[in-house]
C-alpha cells in the first residue's frame, strides 16, 4: 500500500521529550525522518517547547509545552498542551496520514489522540522495569493502557520486553529496534588532535551525569586500573546532577587524566568515539535498547557494559555478550577493561565485529521494516472497519 503511495503519505513523527538536549529518543526521531524524506516520504516532527524560544527549522512543529522533572535516578518529561485549539490546526494543516507517537506523554498524547483522524502508531522506547511507582501504585497504568487501547493501531517495542506492558493490547504490534546513520558513525571519522597519542589508551564515557548511568562505577573501576597502568586516559561526555560528585571523586581519589567534556552536540559525537580505545557504558538500569553501544559499535570501538536489562536483551547470543558484567560490580567491570587494555589484538577483532553488527541497524533497513508495519496495520484497521460496517448492516436489517 504504502510503497506506491509515498508521493502522497504523509507521516507525524510525535516526541514527548524536548529537543533542547540530547537523548535517544530525539536521535531515532530525527534518523527516521531523514530516512523517510529520503524515501520521498513527507514528513514532520512535533516537539513540545521547554522555553520561550525554541527553533529547529520548518520541519519540526513546536507544540505543546515540556516539564521536566527527576523520578527513578533520571529525568522525563510531563508535558500539556494548554492550547488544545493549536492541536486542531495543526493537524487540519498537515492532514498526516499517520502519527506515530515516541513514547506516551500524558495528558499531551491524550489531546492528539482525540484529535486524530490518522492511523496511529506508538513506539514504546521507555523501560520503566525500576519503577517504583508503578510497583506502589500498579493501577496508575489503567488509564493509560485504555488510552492506547482505545486508538492506537499499532505497537512497536525497541526491544521484547517493551511490548509485556500492552499484553492485552488488541491491535498488531512487533519488535523493531533502533537505527543508526552508517554515514555519521563510521570508523573513517577523525579523531580528536588532544587525546590522539600513540602510548596513551583512552576509554571513553557518553551519557548523562546521573544515577542510572552508573559513572560512578566506572570511576572506581579506573581508579583500579590505574594502579595497574600508567598510560590511561579516561574521557567523560556529558552533562548532569551528579557532574560535581564525579569530579569530586576524581580529585580526592587522585585520578589521572580524567577529562571532563560536558555535553555534546550530535554532530561532534563520532569524534569522540573516534578519540577512544575502549567504550564504557556503566549504566545499571532504564535502558532499553543501547543506542550509545551501538554508535560505538559503528564506529568499529570495542565495548565494556553493566548487563542492565536492555544492554542484555541487545547482546544477548552475541559476541560482545562476554564484555557485560553485572550492574554495580565496578572490580569485575575493571577486569573486563583490563583484558582490552592488554590485549590491542582483540581490541581491533571486537571492533571489526561491532561494525559489521551495526550494519544490521542502519537506517534503510529499520525504515523499511517500521513502513511494513505501517502496512500491516493500515490494513488491520481497514480490514476492523469493514467488519464493523457489516454488523451494523446485518443490525438495521
Request: glycine residues 8%; aromatic residues 12%.
Amino acid at each position: 500500500m504504502f510503497k506506491c503511495l509515498y508521493d502522497s503519505m504523509k507521516v507525524g513523527l510525535i516526541s514527548f521529550h524536548s529537543f533542547l538536549k540530547p537523548g535517544g529518543v530525539k536521535n531515532h526521531v530525527l534518523g527516521l525522518a531523514k530516512e523517510f524524506r529520503k524515501r520521498g516520504i513527507k514528513t514532520k516532527i512535533i516537539v513540545p517547547r521547554r522555553k520561550l524560544k525554541e527553533n529547529y527549522g520548518k520541519d519540526i512543529i513546536l507544540l505543546g509545552t515540556s516539564i521536566p522533572f527527576k523520578l527513578w535516578g533520571t529525568q522525563g518529561d510531563i508535558c500539556f498542551n494548554f492550547n488544545p485549539v493549536a492541536i486542531d490546526k495543526t493537524l487540519k494543516k498537515e492532514k498526516f496520514d499517520i502519527l506515530h507517537f515516541h513514547n506516551f506523554g500524558i495528558p499531551f498524547a491524550w489531546q492528539i489522540l482525540e484529535k486524530s483522524r490518522a492511523l496511529n502508531i506508538l513506539t514504546f522506547h521507555a523501560n520503566i522495569e525500576k519503577s517504583v511507582l508503578l510497583k506502589k501504585l500498579p493501577g496508575i497504568l489503567y488509564p493509560f493502557k485504555k488510552i492506547i487501547n482505545w486508538k492506537i493501531n499499532g505497537i512497536i517495542g525497541i526491544a521484547p520486553f517493551n511490548l509485556k506492558l500492552f499484553k492485552d493490547f488488541p491491535g498488531e504490534k512487533t519488535v523493531i529496534p533502533n537505527g543508526i546513520s552508517l554515514k555519521q558513525f563510521n570508523p573513517r571519522v577523525l579523531p580528536i588532535k588532544k587525546f590522539c597519542s600513540d602510548d596513551k589508551i583512552s576509554i571513553l564515557f557518553v551519557g548523562r551525569l546521573e544515577e542510572r548511568k552508573g559513572l560512578i562505577y566506572l570511576l572506581k573501576a579506573y581508579e583500579i586500573l590505574q594502579k595497574k597502568f600508567s598510560n590511561l586516559q579516561l574521557i567523560i561526555v556529558g552533562k548532569g546532577p551528579l557532574e560535581k560528585d564525579c569530579q569530586n571523586f576524581s580529585k580526592e581519589h587522585h585520578l589521572q587524566k580524567v577529562y571532563f567534556e560536558g555535553e555534546k552536540s550530535e554532530k561532534v559525537m563520532p569524534e569522540y568515539f573516534a578519540s577512544c580505545d575502549i567504550f564504557c557504558s556503566p549504566a545499571i538500569f532504564g535502558e532499553s535498547f543501547g543506542i550509545v553501544l551501538l554508535e560505538a559499535m559503528a564506529c568499529q570501538k570495542p565495548i565494556v557494559a553493566f548487563s542492565n536489562q536492555g544492554y542484555k536483551e541487545f547482546m544477548k547470543g552475541k559476541k560482545g555478550e562476554r564484555f557485560l558484567v553485572k550492574p554495580r560490580a565496578y572490580q569485575a567491570l575493571a577486569g573486563k577493561l583490563e583484558i582490552l587494555i592488554r590485549n590491542k589484538g582483540l581490541r581491533k577483532e571486537m571492533g571489526k565485529w561491532g561494525r559489521k553488527e551495526a550494519e544490521e541497524y542502519s537506517w534503510p533497513k529499520i525504515s523499511e521494516k517500521i513502513l511494513d508495519f505501517y502496512q500491516l496495520c493500515a490494513r488491520t484497521k481497514q480490514e476492523k472497519t469493514l467488519t464493523e460496517i457489516r454488523k451494523s448492516v446485518r443490525v438495521i436489517k
